[in-house]
Nanobody, 119 residues
Framework: QLQLVESGGGLVQAGSSLRLSCAAS????????MGWFRQAPGKEREFVSA????????MYADSVKGRFTMSRDSVKNTVYLQMNIMKPEDTAVYYC????????????WGQGTQVTVSS
């Protein structure tokens, strides 16, 4: 089993920055594709960003491209989501997730961390 624990959420004003962290434990971190998702009140969970276990550049949803940056630290078994120029529509519960190299779905999820952006 892979355990994921998010941290770093909070309340910020529009235009501010916030960095989320997701610490992984329990299995070899480097063999997993890591992703960030979010779910706003009354809406479905949506993709935000992901980094493949193969490496390479992260992928981003159009809504966050140019404002958010995802990175991974394989030594610390942690992924980060740096969120800049935040908007009220970024308000959501943010989830970290992991997908094995042979899996087509994200198998492991964190508990989520609340991010609220005030206007």
């Amino acid at each position: 089993q892979l355990q994921l624990v998010e941290s770093g959420g909070g309340l910020v004003q529009a235009g501010s920055s916030l960095r989320l962290s997701c610490a992984a434990s329990g299995r070899t971190f480097s063999s997993y594709t890591m992703g960030w998702f979010r779910q706003a009140p009354g809406k479905e969970r949506e993709f935000v960003s992901a980094i493949s276990w193969r490496g390479g550049s992260p992928m981003y949803a159009d809504s966050v491209k140019g404002r958010f940056t995802m990175s991974r630290d394989s030594v610390k078994n942690t992924v980060y989501l740096q969120m800049n120029i935040m908007k009220p529509e970024d308000t959501a519960v943010y989830y970290c997730a992991a997908k094995g190299p042979k899996s087509s779905v994200y198998d492991y999820w964190g508990q989520g961390t609340q991010v609220t952006v005030s206007s």
